[in-house]
């Protein structure tokens, strides 16, 4: 068949088929036991082969155009199960400096126990990735754009000193989405999703992924068999129900971000906004080379005698909520959730302000978001 179009591709690659019944959508295989006699493959669902677990993985892979995927109970899993699959006893990991705060935590509290060496670039520049490299490197990591400042990464770049060295490189690619990025255009190797976020979209289901060759999917699948960190059909379901409408909502969050990063950016009351659609972000021109489009993610500085919390408890159609992605626009303070266990100075110091909003942007009408806006930060003066 002739190459799909992207929202064709959400809708209709790995569908399960109703050969029973004719219906329009997957049925859900909810059975945990199958035969084992006289059958091709033997299913079991911690083995991530059930009839909507291998559909999922199919339409998934399609997406970020790789060979094979799969999926697990959380984001968290997906990031845990595939570091461990590549990494052993002895084996040394480069991580870029800002990662996603459950990562960083897995990597320093877990790592030693495993004799795993881990080193975080002190800056995104190549040549600190370059200078983090020992002997027994054999894995590159990275997340762009990262949370909640929104930096890019150089995917090529970090993809052709990998290649130069001979490590596998691994992008979390959860913010971007393969609706806006594909990093193995760019030569990584591995991506990792939370699910929870842009795929899932409703903030209604807790699921990660990765995509990849079909042989590192082997070798992922290997310890994800020994982990069990696997997805239960029904949350499989709604997963490949949400994705049919991830190009629509995706690409109408990032408008909506770009929109909305515009008027922030023009606000009296606002100090600095961070969104790598803005000519005015120092990373644009990269950010323009390997993104479609920027995203739906940005972060805004409100500035000083506008309290962060007050501001947020002013809105009335904007929630405030600890995750992201949703249809829905919320908003999300680092310095007092996130980062709030890290001194001030700390924060200062990652450039995490106190003012600092994380906003991510939902699908509604751009002139309603700005109303609400406009009505809190008229109340928050007060
Ligand atoms: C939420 C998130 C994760 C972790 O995903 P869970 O589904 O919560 O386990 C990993 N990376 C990024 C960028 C995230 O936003």
Known sequence: MKKLGINTTCVHIGEVKDTQFKGAISPIFMSTSYAFDGVEVKRYPRYLNTPNQEALCKKIAALEKTENALIFGSGMAAVSHTLLAFLQKGDHIVLQQTLYGGTYNFVVEEFEKFGIEYTFTKS??????????????????????????????????????????????????????????????????????????????????????????????????????????????????????SLKTMNLRVKRQSKNALKMAKYLEKHPKIAKVYYPGLKTHPQYALAKKQMKRFGGMLSFELKEGIDAMEFQKNLQLIKPSMSLAGVESTTLSPAQTSHALLSSEAREKQGIKDGLIRFSVGIEEVKDLIVDIEQAIEKSLV
């Open 124 to 241: 995104l520049k190549i040549d600190d990735f370059k200078k983090a490299i020992k002997p027994n490197t054999k894995v590159l990591f990275i997340e762009t754009p990262s949370n909640p400042l929104l930096t890019i990464t150089d995917m090529k770049a970090v993809a052709d000193v990998a290649k130069e060295n001979g490590l596998i490189t691994m992008i979390d690619n959860t913010f971007a989405t393969p609706i806006n990025q594909t990093p193995i255009d760019f030569g990584i190797d591995i991506m990792i999703h939370s699910a929870t976020k842009y795929m899932g979209g409703h903030s209604d289901i807790l699921a990660g992924a990765v995509a990849a060759s079909n042989q590192q999917i082997e070798r992922i699948w290997n310890i994800a068999k020994n982990l069990g960190g696997s997805l239960s059909d029904f949350t499989v379901w709604m997963l490949e129900r």
